[in-house]
Every structure is written in C-alpha cells, then in structure tokens.
C-alpha cells in the first residue's frame, strides 16, 4: 500500500499580523476563516473517515501568549487527529503591534545550527504547554529545512521531518537531497519529502490545495498508487479554503479539498490515510518518481487559477 499523509500547517498568518490584527482577529482569519478553517477541514476529515496530521505551529505564543495554541491544539486533538510541530521563527522578536516591521531572519536554515536547536527544542515546550503530546514530526515553516536542522531534530528526539519539498528547492528549502526526492529516506531522521508532480519538463510544483486542480490531485494519488510509491505527502493550511484576506470562501479551494477526500476516500484500500504518530512502517530508498507532464491538466488548472485569483480572492 502507498501511505497518505494529508498536512495542514496551521498557523497565525504573518500578513495578518502586519496588518495590525490584534490576537482574536487573527485567529478568526488565519485559523478559522469565513466558516472553512479548521473546523471546516476536520468535519470533512471525519465525514470521509480520514487521517490527517496539524503541523502546528506555537511560536505566536511568544507574541500573543499560550491560549491562542492551546485552542488550536484543543481544537484539533478533540476531532481525533494529531498535531505535530511547525515553526516559522519570524515571531521570536514580534510584538502585537509591531506590524512586522521588527528585525527578523523569517527562514529556520538562517540560524546557526545551535541557535536551531534552541529553536526547535522551545518550539516543543511550547506546543507541549498548550496541551499536544510530546511532537515526534517537524515541518520547517517555508520548508526553509537544511541538514543542520535534520540533525537538530534528531538530537531531540523526534523521529520524522517532512520539510524536503523539490519546488523549494534550492531554497528556502535546503536539504541535501536532489529536488524529485519524494520517497521517505533515512537522514538521521525519517525524512518524508512532500510529494511534486513535474508541471513541465524540469518544472516541479507542489501536491497543494492551492496548487494543483482535484484533477491533477487525482492524478498523483492513482500515479503513487500504481507505481506502488511508498507514501504521498499532501500539503494544506489552516487559511488555504478562504481568500487570502481570510474574509470569505474561496470556492475553488473548498471543492478542491471536498474532491480530495473523496478522493482518498474512495482509495483508502490502496492509499489509507496514516499519522506519524502511528509509526507506521514505511519501504526505504525507493526510486519513486512525481508525476509526470501534461498539458491538457495544466491548462484547466491554469483556468481555475485564473479564477481564483481574480474573483474568489477578492476581499469581501
């Protein structure tokens, strides 16, 4: 069988809070927008029967105080799925009404390996505080991972990282690995890459909601399946279903993370959802390889693109 993991990193957005935003309205806009956050996402989840992991990420805290986590983790743990680590390091130096103009390196793989560590380690304390089980998986906000941080993440003990992702590759992303990496391989840590699809030839785009039509989404998921891949990384956010102002629906989005349920519903005999925190038992150094080109996928991708951005995200 070819594992899913379905992500949503869940997170205060950085451009609400430079709008000026105090805690509560961001929340309402980053965490649950116009009625499609993640309480929208985790109903969905529970209606198809699914899995899916919240890479929360509790560095906010350090601007906004521990209550804001501790909804999100409460939240999340109640419907049954798992919260595991996200850290963007941006918030260490904010302050709620700085509107981010505060003197910052926003990308992890910016620190020094031992400023990583402390970073990653108060991290833990903090999503630990706001009520989550001990994280045995990481994602680095941007995917701005290096090898620096694999080797961090090892020494504290958690087990898995899913930062790789070749459409961030070479950077922010940079892990030593080549950018079509998408089969889990042992660094120390478990790396689980984030699944590509090749959108032309030597152009890799990542499996997003925002990124790829229900189509193009199918089509990775039956591509992992009949090539017996050993996992799919599928990538959301707690934002990704509304418009970017987090004021309405985006539709597009909403059907798309619908048709991917259904999607891994119908499949779950072939492709079952998992968590990390199941430890499941994954096939390493696998050759698997994105999925390959196809225009007439693009091209309708590109049309509901063209939708998207010029009515279903415009503020409300």
Known sequence: MTLAFLTIDTEFAWRHHQAGYGCDEIYRRSIEPAGVGIGHQLARLAEHRLKACFFVDPM???TYGLDHVRRIVDTVSSAGQEVQLHLHPNWCAARPDDRGEVNVRHELRDYAPSEQRSLIAGAVELLVAAGAPSPVAFRAGSYAADDWTLAALGELGLRYDSS???ACHPWPGGIGLDARQIAPVERGVLEVPVTVIEDAPGMLRTAQICALSAGEMRATIAHA??????AVTIVGHSFELANRAGTRP????VRRFEALCETLDELRDTVPTT???DRPA???GRDD?????NRFRKRWRQAEQL???WVEERAA
């Not at 399946?225 to 050993?230: I, P």
């Not at 985006?250 to 989005?253: A, I, L, P, S, Y």
């Not at 390889?289 to 080109?293: D, I, K, Q, R």
């Open 282 to 284: 994954m096939e390493l």
């Open 307 to 309: 939708w998207s951005n």
């Open 275 to 277: 968590h990390f925190g």
């Open 164 to 166: 790789h992702n070749g």
């Open 225 to 230: 399946a009949m090539n017996q891949h050993a």
């Open 289 to 293: 390889l994105p999925l390959g080109p």
């Open 250 to 253: 985006n539709t597009v989005h």
């Open 60 to 62: 906010s805290a350090l």
